[in-house]
């Protein structure tokens, strides 16, 4: 792994670090820029003048640009027709990844954003980087958004998905795709945050054989509670607890264990430097 780059680094994250207006306050700053007309139609631009915000004023949880490269780079070789990120916060993986899903001939972007604020900035940016034509942003939480663009019809299948919103929610999620059926051999997932904050269940999950699976399938049969995970520290379990109230995770869909998983971390940096890494998994059969 190449070394981080200190002369990109964003600010620091503070104790509060979104949904303190800085996302608006963003908006403004791109509109601002004196090369505003450039960036206009331009993805690569408007990744640069949100870089230049997270680097000269505050702090942003964005993927990053090294991460970012992880996934684009995937995204060049598996070619998706139709991809889905979790987790949208101000559209910086979603301009990027999205601009990345039609270069590669791609027709759909889903951008799945609980916050409404947050969404209406991706929007706007979405907008002015030319992206919407390949783009979608849904409003709402993740699991309610799947389950309806799975029951309209408007997804289908899932042949890239992007895992960055709230950490507890990548598994139950994930098996929410399984059990729609939209995760099948071919679809490849990448999960962001496994080592900053960390997610052991998720890595636990997608690694195991299917036989570890159906075991902890039955095992878990009767669990109850509020689904969160007892090994994530509070910090990252109510991170959207003021906004949001406490999590509640659906627990009862079993997913599909029989799905054969070859799962992998690849090493990166947070766009403040520290280390962080994705985890790139690839669905490659269904054993019966
Ligand atoms: C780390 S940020 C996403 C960063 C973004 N992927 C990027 O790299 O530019 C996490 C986002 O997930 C959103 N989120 C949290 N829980 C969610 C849920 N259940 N459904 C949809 N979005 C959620 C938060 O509002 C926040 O905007």
Known sequence: MPDFDQKKAYSEQEDVFFDDGREIELLHFVHSRPNIEEIRGS?????????????????????????????????????????VELGGYIGYSCILFGDAVRKAGGKRFFSLERNPEFAAVIMSLVDLAGLSDVVKVIVGPSDVSIKRLYSNGMLKHIDLMFLDHYKPAYTTDLKLCEHLGLITPGSVL???????????????????????????????????????????????????????????????????????????????????????????????????
Do not use: H, W
Not at 50 to 76: F, P, Q
Not at 215 to 243: C, H, I, L
């Open 43 to 83: 993805p690569s631009r408007v990744l640069e003048a949100i870089d230049e915000y997270g680097r000269t004023k505050r702090y942003l949880m964005n993927v990053g640009e090294d991460k970012g490269k992880i996934v684009s780079d995937l995204i060049a070789e598996v070619r998706p027709e139709t991809m």
């Open 190 to 288: 990448a999960a962001d945050n496994v080592i900053k904050p960390g997610n052991p269940p998720y890595l636990e999950y997608v690694r195991s054989s299917v036989k570890e699976k159906r075991a902890a399938m039955e095992a878990a049969a009767n669990a109850d509670g509020d689904g969160v995970d007892a090994r994530f520290a509070d910090k990252t379990s109510k991170q959207y607890a003021k906004r949001e109230g406490e999590a509640k995770l659906d627990t009862t869909v079993r997913g599909n264990p029989n799905l054969v998983y070859e799962s992998k971390l690849v090493n990166s940096y947070e766009p403040t430097g520290v280390p962080d890494g994705v985890e790139i998994t690839r669905c490659v059969g269904e054993e019966k």
